[in-house]
């Protein structure tokens, strides 16, 4: 076997000891005979898994029991249209911060049903910063104020969230979600796609506070209603049920190691290594305004597009895979989830350095 260090934005590296763990249970889970995927998704086995994930995304997150926790499909991106379609039915107003390709998307998708107004943007210099956002720019009214907590793409995390008084917050959390401790009080919805931090692509958790429920657009598609999903416990239809399997395995493995407070420390010594490199380069720079770079996607540049292209190859053969920046950027990005190990950003940092030592001309 000869596995390499993936640096992909998503989908990601998984933990080895997850892949291990369902290739032994592949054929037989838990004496059934059978394999998780060929399992009723009604049966007493899988209630236990699905129940099973949800408990410890609860405990992990410190979710409060007024808040309802939603296995869906159709990644985060199909939350960018059930959000409206549930929550923009008061003022039928909301406030975007647009923060790059994601956050545009998502307020684009909401434009469709209502009045979507962007407060801010830092489309002015590439998404390169998180622009400040008072609480005087919160309308009252709005149904809610939408933001993209980690810019997977631009590598900007809002490490400060904006105040929204008693307008409910919303946030993408697709990229940051069990990386760091996040007070999930403070949010009147969370959603992430899991192929970042959380098992395979498709998967998508909602968390929603419960009262925010129950106010959707008649015609909201049923399988975009969360408060019909929330009723059925996500088991209104057939749910990603081997996805969901995959990720209470991720969750199992990350309380195995201390839980969030953790793998938040890993996480930032991580990302500390390699900031503090590209701070030290004279051949790599990172890209991001410092008080906003995020932990875990970290695109860093020579300036010379040629020999971008030169190093994500070279670092292809030396089995650091991915390293390519998002195609509408270009350069590099290294995207370093929680199951990254400290070793593969080490690795990374090895080959950067003698790259340089090879490639910069003083
Ligand atoms: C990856 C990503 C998405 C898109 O997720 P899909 O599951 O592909 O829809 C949305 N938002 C953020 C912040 C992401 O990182």
């Given at each position: 076997m000869n596995r390499v260090y993936n640096f992909s934005s998503g989908p990601s590296v998984l933990p080895l000891k997850?892949?291990?763990?369902?290739?032994?249970?592949?054929l037989d889970y838990g004496n059934s005979g059978m394999s998780v995927m060929e399992m009723s998704h009604r049966s007493p086995g899988f209630d236990e898994i699905i129940c099973a994930a949800e408990q410890l995304l609860r405990e992990l997150m410190g979710i409060p029991d007024n808040y309802r926790v939603l296995f869906l499909q159709g990644g985060a991106s199909t939350q960018f249209a059930a959000i409206p379609l549930n929550f923009l039915?008061?003022?039928?107003?909301?406030?975007?911060v647009l923060t790059g390709l994601w956050a545009?998307?998502?307020?684009?998708?909401?434009?469709?049903?209502?009045?979507?107004?962007?407060?801010?943007?830092?489309?002015?210099?590439?998404f390169s910063y998180i622009p400040a956002v008072g609480p005087d720019m919160v309308k009252p009214d709005s149904d809610y104020f939408y933001i993209c907590h980690n810019?997977?793409?631009?590598?900007?995390?809002?490490?400060t969230l904006p105040e929204t008084g008693d307008v409910p917050l919303f946030a993408d959390v697709s990229s940051s979600i069990l990386s760091e401790r996040m007070d999930v009080s403070r949010f009147g919805l969370l959603f992430a796609g899991a192929q970042k931090n959380m098992g395979p692509a498709g998967l998508t958790v909602v968390i929603v506070r419960d009262d925010l429920l129950g106010h959707k657009m008649d015609i909201c598609p049923?399988?975009?209603?969360?408060?019909?999903?929330?009723?059925?416990?996500?088991?209104?239809?057939t749910p990603p049920t081997y996805s969901i399997y995959i990720c209470r395995l991720v969750l199992e493995w990350l309380k195995s190691i201390g839980g969030i407070e953790a793998i938040e420390q890993t996480n930032r010594k991580k990302a500390a290594l390699l900031y503090d490199y590209l701070d030290s380069s004279k051949l790599f720079r990172g890209t991001v305004a410092e008080q906003d770079r995020s932990i875990m996607n970290i695109p860093f540049v020579t300036g010379d597009e040629e020999l971008d292209r030169t190093f994500v190859s070279g670092a292809k053969a030396a089995g650091l895979v991915n390293l390519a920046g998002h195609r509408t950027v270009g350069g590099m990005r290294a995207s370093i989830y929680n199951a990254m190990p400290v070793e593969g950003v080490e690795a990374l940092i090895q080959f950067m350095y003698k790259f340089e030592k090879e490639y910069h001309k003083s």
């Open positions: 997850v892949l291990e763990r369902a290739q032994a249970e592949f039915t008061g003022s039928k107003k909301a406030q975007f545009k998307k998502a307020h684009a998708e909401s434009a469709k049903y209502g009045d979507c107004e962007v407060v801010a943007s830092s489309a002015d210099k590439t810019n997977t793409i631009y590598g900007t995390t809002w490490h049923t399988m975009l209603d969360y408060k019909l999903q929330a009723d059925n416990r996500s088991l209104y239809n």
